[in-house]
């Protein structure tokens, strides 16, 4: 291919300047004519518009009625969660009124029963032995020194958050039922008179367990921090607490695992009294008839003159000579 200057030119500089000369493609050229030709039609712009309009006031629409129904639906929740926090206040108020009562009425019988005991001595003597049994079944309140223990879970880390890290704390950050008995019989077995965790009192039948995400003492939820009260002698207490081969497992599981474990001396805790036991049977004790041949025989009563004949020593003794007989 000659140029017309009289020199050769070659196929790919004459396509690139047909590309060049023709910028637009020859079908987007003629749909663009096609177009200019035909009249305008402002009836479907219209239209369309108004189409538009109305999607974006029927979405307005849904919005407004999603968001009356949201705050409808929280407000609903929170008016059910008001009214169930009143009646939980109503329950509690009521549950005091009758511990109250309770306690009065204790106290009125407490009374009445020393009164009525104290005005013989064999009443007195049985007076005795229902303090000392009512202690030990932890019935009455009790004040003195002794030894606090409180354990606590571990204190929660970033990673812990649901938002920003893992959505379930580990688990063996968290104090358990087994961790509060291991406590509790290592004080009794230390010598502690009376135990009680966060107020409340511990006797022969109550039972820790682990319900769900709570600690129940005697059927009642017990909080973290859980702090353990034991009367006794501190030194002794501490001393041998220590030693407990379960107390040092886990003094050494709080440390891997970051959970609380303290103790310290006190000298003065006051333990309320615990729950009355509930009495199931009772029944009189037989007495046993005195048989024949027993050494109990033919011995006369502490109070009866010695029989005739015998010296002051009693029965079978020889008496003192007497000086110059």
Do not use: C, K
Not at 229 to 238: F, K, M, N, Y
Not at 302 to 324: F, I, L, S, V
Request: proline fraction near 8%.
């Amino acid at each position: 291919m000659t140029t017309p200057g009289g020199g050769l030119r070659s196929a790919g500089a004459s396509l690139l300047d047909q590309v060049l000369a023709e910028t637009l493609d020859p079908a987007y050229a003629q749909a663009a004519r096609a177009r200019e030709g035909r009249p305008e039609q402002p009836a479907r712009r219209t239209w369309g518009r108004v189409a538009v309009a109305l999607v974006m006031v029927a979405a307005g629409l849904l919005a407004a009625v999603t968001y009356h129904l949201t705050a409808a639906g929280a407000e609903g929740r929170q008016e059910v969660r008001a009214a169930l926090i009143a009646d939980i206040d109503d329950a509690q108020d009521v549950t005091d009124a009758l511990a109250a009562d309770l306690e009065e009425a204790r106290a009125a019988v407490a009374t009445a029963q020393e009164s009525a005991l104290t005005a013989s001595a064999e009443g007195r003597e049985v007076l005795g032995a229902l303090d000392a049994a009512e202690q030990m079944a932890g019935t009455v309140a009790v004040t003195g020194p002794g030894l606090l223990v409180t354990l606590a879970d571990a204190e929660a880390e970033a990673e812990d958050d649901p938002v920003g890290g893992d959505a379930e704390a580990d688990p063996r950050g968290r104090i358990r039922d087994d961790d509060i008995q291991v406590v509790v019989n290592a004080l009794w077995a230390a010598g502690a008179e009376a135990v009680s965790i966060n107020g409340q009192r511990l006797s022969a039948t109550t039972a820790i367990r682990f319900a769900g995400e709570a600690v129940l003492v005697d059927f009642r939820p017990v909080t973290n921090p859980y702090e353990i009260s034991a009367i006794g002698d501190p030194q002794t207490l501490r001393s041998r607490f220590l030693t407990v081969p379960e107390v040092i497992g886990l003094a050494g599981t709080s440390e891997a695992f970051g959970l609380r474990f303290d103790f310290a001396e006190r000298d003065e805790l006051s333990l309320p009294a615990g729950r009355t036991p509930q009495l199931r049977s009772a029944g009189l004790v037989p007495e046993e008839p005195a048989t024949e041949g027993t050494a109990t025989e033919g011995v006369p009563e502490p109070d009866a003159p010695p029989p005739a004949g015998t010296a002051p020593g009693g029965p079978g003794t020889t008496p003192d000579p007497t000086p110059g007989g």
